[in-house]
């Protein structure tokens, strides 16, 4: 670096310039003091390069993850909304749903410790297949042999991909695609309300044995307030 005195500017040579970039450079993605000492106390390019490279996969792997945060805060926030919708549309329905893919874990009746101990077992399945959750989860049903509601599992809706890569372990399930009676209801005590439908209604002489009740929609700030919805399978077409 050299002065002119008269107007007392200084100039700085491609050199010095390219030590100032990588310093700010360095410093903007948190690189310490310290691993730039290093660096120049080195004076060799090729480390240089090297530095700069390895930097730049970590930038790399950063954004990255970044970009699976936002995809899946974006996931949550849109089901919520969807929730929030379905939430209020009228109690009974028929509703026509693509097919959906299932990674599953058994359970033999419906309470808090047998739930959480489903759900612990799916998270660790998860893990190890690395699979994205698409925040969509509940319990999978049949009917008895005298009618009742019967508990198979709890599951989570996973993507078409991770079923495919993982369908030969009995865990992952699909369902196929057709028309369900979906009912939609805030307190877990109005499944009373499908079995009476299930003993009423003609889709109970088709032999129906596949019924999802998904948590739909919880405040979790408010305990209270939680939706659930029941989704019947009724068939590929339409009941007449």
Known sequence: ?????????????????????????????????????????????????QFIKEKNKEIQEQINQLKETKSALELISSKID?????????????EHFPARYLITAPVTEINEIQEMMGYHQLENKMDEYNIQ?????????TLSTNGDLKPLSVFEVIGAKDFQAHKSDDSFMKIPSGYFFTYTFFEE???????????????????????????????????????????IYIGKTPPL
């Open 82 to 94: 969807e929730r929030k919708m379905a939430s209020k549309t009228d109690k009974w329905k028929m």
């Open 133 to 141: 959750s698409k925040y969509e989860y509940g319990t999978l049903y």
């Open 189 to 231: 005590i109005e499944m009373i309300e499908v079995q009476k439908l299930l003993e009423d209604r003609q889709h109970k002489q088709r032999d129906t044995e596949l019924i999802l009740s998904l948590d739909l929609y919880a405040d979790i700030f408010n305990g209270k307030d939680e939706c659930y919805q029941v989704q």
């Open 1 to 49: 670096m050299y002065t002119v005195a008269l107007k007392r500017k200084r100039y700085y040579s491609l050199e010095q310039f390219l030590q100032i970039d990588i310093i700010k450079l360095s410093r903007s993605f948190g690189v310490s003091i310290k691993e730039l000492q290093k660096l120049f106390s080195y004076a060799d390019m090729d480390y240089l390069n």
